[in-house]
């Protein structure tokens, strides 16, 4: 016979001590985080209690520390690269401060779009491009298998840029 886990909301009543129904959830939550009782994954997306050691997500250790290159093989600057190669000739690419983000320009050599993580949604697999001017609010990107890990990954991601760029912009 198995035993039900407890939820995570009964974990951190339990831990502060708190009745059953005197704080809402996301109260409580937040004072457990503050007080180093729970967790918030990297993914963004689960908070975890006591003795969990591993997301239930991402599968990431919850004391994940990656070395150098382990986390995310390319930065955003190689995907403005690659999408500007599949867009043809006469498009060009460079790299953010870091490769934190890209700028993609065309033939034109008019406006460039810039190409960056949509932090705001809380998600890794989501890209935003948008004419750097600021004029348009950009499209965003949704990477069905998250970030690339190898080269044809990385051909796949910006044939969906390229084609985000093809169908909302003309440079």
Not at 82 to 89: I, N, S
Not at 157 to 171: D, F, G, K, P, S
Request: charged share 20%; with cysteine.
């Amino acid at each position: 016979m198995t035993a039900e886990l407890p939820t995570a909301e009964s974990v951190v009543r339990a831990l502060l001590g708190a009745a059953a129904d005197s704080t809402e959830e996301s109260a409580l939550c937040d004072v457990a985080m503050r007080a180093g009782l729970m967790w918030l994954c990297p993914c963004g997306r689960i908070n975890h209690t006591g003795p969990v050691l591993r997301c239930q997500d991402c599968h990431r250790d919850r004391y994940y520390s990656p070395g150098v290159g382990e986390e995310y093989t390319y930065v955003l600057g190689d995907y403005a690269h690659e999408t500007a190669r599949v867009l043809g000739a006469g498009f060009g690419a460079e790299s953010g401060y870091l490769g934190a983000y890209g700028h993609i320009w065309g033939p034109s050599g008019g406006e460039s779009l810039r190409l960056w993580v949509d932090a705001e949604a809380g998600d890794e697999s989501r890209l935003r491009i948008a004419l750097t001017d600021g004029i348009d609010d950009g499209h965003e990107i949704d990477l069905p298998g998250g970030a690339p890990n190898d080269g044809a990954e990385l051909r796949t991601v910006a044939e969906i840029i390229a084609a985000t760029i093809r169908a909302n912009y003309t440079l």
